[in-house]
């Protein structure tokens, strides 16, 4: 009864899996999916009564090399981590865990948002954009003439 690294990978990699197979679900019950590229930027995704707020981790990354979009319903965080590794081959690396190069992350918003209004702000690496809800007009009393 022996253990090797390949078994707790395939027992990491099922863990994994599971604990995704519950995540989307999660959010999906508040109108979120969200659509992983590698898991960069890690992100948080919260709201309030009047906002929703996705928070993204972009370490070391320059504010010009994030750009950030919405369409059809998706917001898009996307850009370019520059790297900084000795290529030289006068170093010898033994772990490489960073990640260098560009990033692309979408994640769908739900339509309760007001896409007109989003804002942005981005400080010591932490991308914070909020989203205004559109403000429901069917508990408001209205009305109607008859014509």
Known sequence: MGSSPEKGRKKTTKIESEIDEIDEPFFSVFGFESNKEEGFPVID???NSDNIFIEAEL???DRERVRISIAEGELVIEGEKAGDREESGKVNYICIERRF??????V???KAADTSK???RYKE???LITIPKVQEQRKKKRK???E
Do not use: M
């Open 59 to 61: 370490p070391g990354i």
């Open 144 to 146: 109607i003439e008859i």
């Open 108 to 110: 769908d918003i739900p």
């Open 45 to 47: 995704l919260f709201e």
């Open 101 to 106: 190069g560009k990033f692309c992350r979408t």
């Open 118 to 120: 989003v804002r942005a």
């Open 125 to 127: 690496g932490i991308l």
